[in-house]
């Protein structure tokens, strides 16, 4: 089955700089790539996916980026504030396969 | 719409005693997870079930650990003579079956704490 790992654990950054949390997967089949952050006490939410026919998309601050060759993909977020304190899980799965499988999850701390 | 439920919220029990955690789906989705999450830790994929075909049981961590899945909709996880290590907190997720993506709802998770 599918196994994905994601660096690093745990990232903290001032607020204003950008943060850059990576995933590899080792199924070359996967072709989606969801981003979930999960805020503190909260459930985790969909923030942004990507699927294997494009190898960036963006939304606002947030990006993603898929090198299939490499079977790793990265989520870039930008102009970081302390709102986007959270944990981040990357995962993978193959579309209508819903099969998908987490990372371990990266606590992002966003200093003021 | 509703999303997904789960219920108890809250569950504290002695060390021993069975415990059973019940997930109720977004109406209509196929596919049903349960994943634990021990405190500060990630998520720890445990069971996926999908339609009628036989549930990926490979997540569970030992043969205390076990789920059904009635009528495609409602789930219930079982945990047979807890132990302490088993506090945690149980997340469901469901998603729709055949989506052109696969995002999974969350629901808002059992804190299972053993004594």
């Known amino acids: 089955g599918e196994n994905v790992e994601q660096h690093p654990s745990t990232l903290s950054v001032q607020e204003g700089d950008s943060a850059v949390i990576k995933c590899t997967y080792s199924?070359?089949?996967?072709?989606?790539f969801p981003w979930y952050k999960q805020e503190l006490g909260k459930r985790p939410q969909l923030i942004i996916d990507?699927?294997?026919?494009?190898g960036e998309k963006k939304d606002q601050r947030i990006a993603v980026t898929l090198n299939k060759t490499a079977k790793h993909f990265s989520l870039h977020i930008t102009e970081t504030q302390p709102e986007d304190s959270a944990v981040y899980f990357c995962a993978a799965s193959r579309v209508n396969n819903n099969d998908m499988r987490f990372g371990a999850g990266t606590r992002l701390t966003v200093k003021p | 719409g509703a999303g997904v439920s789960q219920s108890p919220s809250n569950k504290v029990t002695e060390k021993g005693k069975d415990v059973e955690l019940r997930c109720d789906p977004i109406?209509?989705?196929?596919?049903l997870y349960w994943y634990r999450q021990s405190l500060g830790q990630g998520l720890e994929f445990l069971i996926y079930f999908q339609g009628n075909s036989a549930p990926d049981k490979s997540g569970l961590p030992s043969d205390r650990f076990s789920a059904e899945r009635t009528g495609g909709s409602v789930s219930t996880l079982t945990i047979q003579r807890t132990q302490q290590e088993d506090s945690a907190v149980y997340l469901c997720?469901?998603?729709?079956?055949?989506?052109?993506?696969?995002?999974?709802?969350f629901g808002p998770g059992t804190r299972l704490t053993v004594l």
């Open positions: 990507i699927r294997s026919n494009v």
């Open positions: 109406s209509g989705h196929t596919a």
């Open positions: 199924d070359s089949a996967s072709n989606y």
């Open positions: 997720a469901s998603s729709l079956a055949g989506a052109t993506h696969n995002e999974q709802f």
